[in-house]
């Protein structure tokens, strides 16, 4: 399996993550712009200030001149102190966990773990795409 990059922008406010896949570090800038470009149109928002640990792809002349055109701040973490980007590091973490275990998992049996146990595939007709409307019918209640 070949080397595997990504990339996550996560909001100190709310936590919230976004993550981007790299096929090379030098992807980065392009990928930071257009993250840029979704919080500014998508939310409205403004990105103040970027804090990144001292990776190469963070400190060309091109991200300089970037983040000195949008006008953000940038805070570069010491290297060894994750407590300084803890959230983005245990972040990253369970990301990585979780990929691990989506592909052993892919690796080790055919097909799903309900078709292992009942002997046959299961019914999905009923499920729906996310953020679809749901009724519950209470068959208890008159109205």
Known sequence: MGLSIFLTFIVDFSQYGYV???????EALDLFKRFIAAV?????????T?????????LSQMFKDFYEQKGIRRQLRIPR???QNGVAKRSNLTLLDMVKSIM?????????????????KPFLAHLRPWSSTGYVH??????
Do not use: F, M
Request: some cysteine; aromatic content about 10%.
């Open 104 to 120: 052993a998992e892919r690796k080790s049996i055919p097909v799903t773990p309900y078709e292992l146990w009942h002997g046959r």
């Open 81 to 83: 102190t994750t407590h």
């Open 20 to 26: 981007y896949l790299l096929s090379h570090r030098y």
């Open 138 to 143: 209470n068959l208890t209640h008159k109205h």
């Open 40 to 48: 500014e149109t998508q939310l409205d928002r403004i990105v103040k």
């Open 50 to 58: 970027l804090r990144t640990d001292c990776g190469r792809e963070y």
